[in-house]
């Protein structure tokens, strides 16, 4: 796999995660508040691809919260001291939060994404229906897959917008966010992707509804708490001793785009391993030694890019030709005249691929010729 990624997000607001038990409704009850809408990987800018930022009586009057039917769903069950659930009625049931019978919780909706330094809160608006969850016994990973804000017939209206308002693709306008803005956008849109993939407990299937502000999700049957996930993935600049730097080019790009390499971690790997790993199955090439760079949230839906710099034991390549089409070694001379000629579209300026490109390269790349 191999990834253009976002912004190197340097958070310029505190979590706050202390706060989150109650200071959601503290925070909605203050106009200083400031509010993003998110929804499907997009999040609302204005007219610049600046992140618009309302307050919550705005929100508000732009998203309406659903009226919910709520619905015990603790009456015909209890959580023996194994766990398990079984008929009865808990004794601590009022303990277990309820929702309604779509799963829609209306304060799931709200998400709190902390305080800067001079106090003011920052939430995000989860804006749904643009493209509804798939139906029971549909792949998840349409959720991932399919075009953002893609038309479907069951779609209702579209949320209105200001003058000047539209939504914006993370995964475009990430680049060019600020730090603060792409710390607030990359988390909102991590929370709500994990809201919309994670509306059923995975121990025993019933609802859940959010908690802690938006940050944790609970059984309304075993009072089980589930929490975002976060799936690491490498990526790493491969060097060879004679300091060239492998690229590969993915078989779904387009034309010209390069990039470093990268993968998932498999479960009960490090990354050390997974580094070796990704980079052998996909070009061939044998990795000894690995030393990190640093990191970079990948909210599409739940990752987190680990960087690395990866030395090459060998240098014959043999790409899967599944998810690489061809990979090649570069020389700096090689990729600077292949970039200033538009042969190699480079990562994102921005991007951590970009990042650990230019860790190799020494400096800035040379700009390609204007499209």
Known sequence: MIVDALPLSRAAVDRAA???????????????TRVLLVDDGSVLTDEAFDLLLL????ARALVADPVA?????????????????????????AAVPTASPEGTDTDGLWLLLGRDADGTAYA????????????????????????????????????????????????????????????LATSAVALDAWHARHPRCPRCGAATVATQAGWVRACTVDGSE???????????????????????HATAWAAHRWSTLAGFVEAGESLESAVRREVREETGVVVDTVEYRGSQPWPFPASLMVGFRAHARSTDVAVDGVELESARWFTRAELRDAVAA?????????????ALVEDWYGGRLPAGPEV
């Open 342 to 354: 538009g042969d190699v579209i480079p990562p994102g300026p921005s991007s951590i691929a970009r």
């Open 18 to 32: 202390e706060h989150r038990p109650d200071g959601l409704a503290h925070a909605l009850a203050e106009p200083s």
């Open 226 to 248: 589930h929490y975002p996930r976060t799936d690491p993935a490498v990526i790493m600049a491969v060097v060879d001793d004679a300091d060239r730097l492998l690229l590969g």
């Open 69 to 93: 039917s709520h619905v015990d769903e603790r009456a015909e069950h209890t959580v023996s001291p194994d766990g398990r659930v079984a008929g009865g009625l808990s004794s601590d049931a």
């Open 124 to 183: 995000a608006r989860r804006v749904l229906g643009r493209r509804p969850a798939p139906a029971t016994g549909s792949a998840s990973d349409v959720l991932v897959h399919a075009a953002a804000g893609a038309p479907d017939s069951a779609d209702p209206p579209p949320t209105p917008l200001p003058p000047g308002a539209r939504w914006s693709s993370l995964r475009v306008v990430g680049a060019t966010l600020s730090a603060r803005d792409a710390g």
């Open 55 to 58: 307050s919550p009586d705005e």
